[in-house]
C-alpha cells in the first residue's frame, strides 16, 4: 500500500530560526496537505496543495506539490513559541482510497 | 461556531464495557471519518462514510461501528472494550468531490482510556 516518510521525527529550534520539513511518498499523490497539531487538540489544516509544482504560503509558512508528485515540503520561517506543535503532511492518490498521514514532526522552539 | 464537533472529550471506562462517542459536523459536508491516533500519534483511518458508501479498514475490528443518523453525524460505537482501544479518536468530514480528495476538517478528539 501506499507509505508516506517524513522527516525528521522531530526538530529543537532556537526562536527565530528557520525550519523545513517534508514527506515523500512511495506512489505519486493528486493532493497534499499539511496539518499542525497542538497539545489536546485536534489537526487543524495549514495549506493544501493541489497542483505538481504549486508553491502557497500561508503567512509565515510555505508549502510546495513536488513536481514528481512523490513529495512535498514544509518551510516555517522565523519560528516563534506559538510554532510549537506536531505537523503532518498528508496525501491522497485519487478519487478512490484513504488519506494517508505521515508520522508527524514534532516542533519545539526555545525562546 | 465549532466546525466539527465531538463528546465526550474524554471517556475513561472498564474493559468490556459498551461505549458510543458522538460527532456533528455544521459545514454541510458530505462525508464523515473516524481516525484512530495511538500514543506515538500515529493517525490511522478507520472509516470514512457518506450517504451512499461505507469505506472500512480492514485492521479495525468489528467491535467498532460507525453509525449516521443523518448527514451531519457520525458516531462511533464500541463494543466490549479492550485495553489496546485506548488512544484518541478523531472525527473529520469533508466534502463530497469526484476525483479529488477534498480537505479534511478534524474535531478536537476524544481521549479514550480503558482500564
Known amino acids: ?50 497542483k505538481a509544482g504549486e508553491l502557497t504560503s500561508n ?34 492518490g485519487g478519487s478512490q482510497g484513504n488519506l494517508i498521514f505521515g508520522k508527524g514532526t514534532k516542533l519545539s522552539v526555545k525562546p | 461556531d465549532t466546525a466539527v464537533s465531538q463528546t465526550p472529550k474524554y471517556l475513561v471506562t472498564q474493559m468490556g464495557n459498551d461505549k458510543s462517542i458522538k460527532c456533528e459536523q455544521n459545514l454541510g459536508h458530505d462525508t464523515m471519518y473516524w481516525y484512530k491516533q495511538d500514543s506515538k500519534k500515529f493517525l490511522k483511518i478507520m472509516f470514512s462514510y457518506n450517504n451512499k458508501e461505507l469505506i472500512i479498514n480492514e485492521t479495525v475490528p468489528n467491535r467498532f461501528s460507525p453509525k449516521s443518523p443523518d448527514k451531519a453525524h457520525l458516531n462511533l460505537h464500541i463494543n466490549s472494550l479492550e485495553l489496546g482501544d485506548s488512544a484518541v479518536y478523531f472525527c473529520a468530514s469533508s466534502r463530497q468531490t469526484s476525483g479529488r480528495q477534498e480537505t479534511q476538517y478534524f474535531g478536537p478528539g476524544t481521549r479514550l482510556l480503558v482500564l
Not at chain 1, 26 to 44: A, C, D, M, R
Open chain 1, 1 to 50: 500500500g501506499q507509505q508516506l516518510n517524513q522527516s525528521p521525527q522531530s526538530m529543537f529550534i532556537q526562536e527565530g530560526e528557520d525550519v523545513s520539513m517534508n514527506c515523500t511518498s512511495s506512489s505519486i499523490f493528486n493532493t497534499w496537505l499539511w496539518y499542525k497539531q497542538e497539545p489536546g487538540e485536534g489537526p487543524v489544516l495549514l495549506i493544501a496543495l493541489y
Open chain 1, 59 to 92: 503567512g509565515r509558512l510555505t508549502a510546495q506539490f513536488g513536481i514528481t508528485r512523490k513529495d512535498s515540503f514544509l518551510n516555517i520561517s522565523a519560528s516563534i513559541p506559538s510554532d510549537v506543535g506536531i505537523y503532518f503532511c498528508a496525501g491522497h
